[in-house]
């Protein structure tokens, strides 16, 4: 006889007024299974899961039914539901910063959880929290649940988070795109750690994600969303390998272009950095501080109107290194720009540079302010830069730089919360390239973007570049991105550069060790299309 599913979904339905997010969504999943759920951003993945665990706002209309072990989550008293969640079923959500608490340490935030969810005394809960760092592979778990989650790299908070959620022997793990923003190493060990734990455990798991060729490496069963719908379902054998539906082929198809790009002609160079360094002060042992080196004597020129792509693990250095080449960072050396040296200017000299050097961030949401318009952000450069423009001409020019970035003038009245992640992104190079820049630092302008809007967005930049001449630097983890955008790359590893060269050079031939790990790392990157359509 058939084991009876843990998790059941049968027609379940979300709306947000007159917006269907998810429809008859229904599916199974099996104890010590792992299950998929992909596609692109807005799809409805996360939706769903939210509204099996009852954690959207009031707005949302729920549907149809979710059954755990047979009992149905839905409209559930916040009691009972309160006994499931967080003990039962647990969630991993996608940015770990966000979901840590920066006024606790991360051993104090997972003791919160076991005294809550198994009524364990405090010295207790210390201690397994210290166990739980050691299961999810933090090294010197001691010391570590001690730290706040800023002093953390990206891929240890995402384990800090994956602490929590098995700390009181969950069930089922929800794990809603664990490793988007992680480079590929950590990426990599991430999903290991997560089928182990899954394994040692006895859970079932659920993983969101809106990259196929990654959840294929660890998912027994695959169920492909689209516009908030169930199109395609099965073995994750099956769904790879022979897929029915046109969507999961173009999912699977929207893998980058895998050939680098053509060796260009040597350019001049346009910055160059010379035995930079920059170092912070950290907390020590018995409160004495002590100093960390981020960037250390590092040397590296980039290119007029090429692309220089600035690749390595998280905690390398490279966003730091990105700052401080446009002196948002204090570091020390030379930053050579037009025959300045940046370092020695002081904030009056640097101001009217600032227009020629601009900086794209990682998240648009976080770097565009909630309050303003798009067409008030766009433009805010020019009020600083260009005032004796009129309000009525710097809208114009807003208006333009937004169509040519591919949004509708509509676009200029509304908020960044109105907006999805590619369309943030594209206000935000929108802000950057207004100004009519001769730099641009991109700081993994791509990485929590799904590969069809990445695709789209990298499309742009390469349009840009060819129309103005920008030069850029592209901050990225992630090697398929960096080998369609580059001209030449950089490789740092703890704050220094150890690999210098044109893009096929280092990602097909590479020098050093480092290298070879991260392009073994990226072997989970999307299906070849070719194999599938």
């Known amino acids: 006889m058939t084991e009876d599913p843990i998790l059941r979904f049968e027609n379940l339905g979300v709306r947000f007024g007159p917006v269907d997010a998810v429809h008859d969504l229904s599916f199974t999943l ?14 409805g993945k996360s939706v769903a899961m939210l509204a099996a665990l009852g954690l959207l706002p009031p707005s949302a209309t729920v549907a ?15 009691e009972k539901l309160d006994r499931i969640r967080g003990k039962a079923i647990t969630i991993v959500f996608q940015e770990p910063q966000s979901a840590l608490d920066p006024l606790f340490t ?11 969810g198994l009524k364990l005394g405090r010295r207790a809960a210390a201690a397994r929290a210290v166990e739980l760092l050691h299961e999810v592979g933090i090294l010197e778990p001691h010391r570590r649940a001690q730290n706040y989650p800023h002093e953390l790299s990206g891929g240890q908070r995402q384990r800090v988070a994956i ?12 794990a809603d795109e664990p490793t988007t923003a992680l480079d590929a190493t950590v990426a990599a060990k991430i999903l290991v750690l997560l089928a182990d734990l899954k394994s040692r455990f006895g859970m079932a798991l659920i993983l969101i994600s809106h990259d196929l060729g990654l959840v294929g490496r660890i998912a027994d069963h695959v169920h492909v969303m689209q516009k908030g719908a169930l199109v395609e379902s099965g073995p994750v054998a099956q769904v790879t390998q022979q897929p029915r539906h046109p969507y999961t082929r173009m999912l699977l ?9 053509p060796a260009t002609a040597p350019a001049p160079p346009l910055l160059e950095a010379r035995d930079l360094g920059v170092s912070y002060t950290l907390r020590g042992a018995w409160f004495r501080p002590r100093r960390f080196a981020a960037v250390d004597g590092v040397c590296l020129t980039i290119p007029a109107g090429q692309t220089l792509g600035l690749i390595g693990e998280s905690g390398s250095g490279k966003s730091t290194l990105g700052r401080a080449l446009v002196k948002l960072e204090p570091a020390r050396g030379q930053i050579l720009y037009d025959g300045r040296n940046l370092i020695a200017l002081s904030q009056d000299a640097m101001r ?12 648009p949401f976080s770097s565009l302010s909630p309050r303003l318009t798009v067409g008030a952000i766009v433009a805010e450069g020019l009020r600083i830069h260009e005032p004796a423009l009129s309000a009525t ?13 591919g949004l509708p003038g509509a676009f200029i009245g509304r908020l960044p919360h109105e907006l999805s992640g590619g369309q943030r992104q594209r206000v935000a190079i929108a802000r950057a390239i207004i100004l009519q820049p001769r730099l641009v630092v991109l700081d993994e302008p791509t990485s929590a973007l799904d590969r069809a809007v990445q695709a ?8 840009l570049q060819d129309a103005h001449g920008l030069s850029y630097l592209f901050i990225t983890h992630d090697l398929a991105v960096v080998r369609a955008v580059a001209d030449r790359i950089a490789v740092m590893q703890d704050g220094r550069i150890v690999e210098e060269g044109l893009a096929a050079q280092v990602l097909d031939a590479p020098r050093e060790a480092y290298t070879r790990e991260l392009v073994a790392s990226a072997s989970f990157e999307p299906v070849n299309p070719n194999s599938v359509l």
């Open 163 to 174: 602490a929590m959620a098995i700390a009181c022997d969950p069930q089922v793990l929800i």
């Open 30 to 43: 099996r104890r010590g299974e792992t299950a998929a759920l992909v596609g692109e951003s807005g799809s």
């Open 64 to 78: 149809g039914h979710v059954f755990f072990n047979g009992q149905n989550l839905i409209g559930l008293e916040r």
């Open 456 to 463: 789209e967005v990298l499309a742009l930049l390469q349009k």
């Open 106 to 116: 991360v051993g104090s935030q997972i003791a919160a959880v076991l005294r809550f």
């Open 393 to 405: 001409a710097r809208r114009d020019r807003a208006a333009k730089t937004l169509d040519e970035v």
């Open 352 to 363: 009217p540079l600032r227009r020629d050097l601009q900086i794209v961030f990682q998240d």
């Open 253 to 261: 198809a929207a893998g980058l272009d895998r050939a680098a790009r």
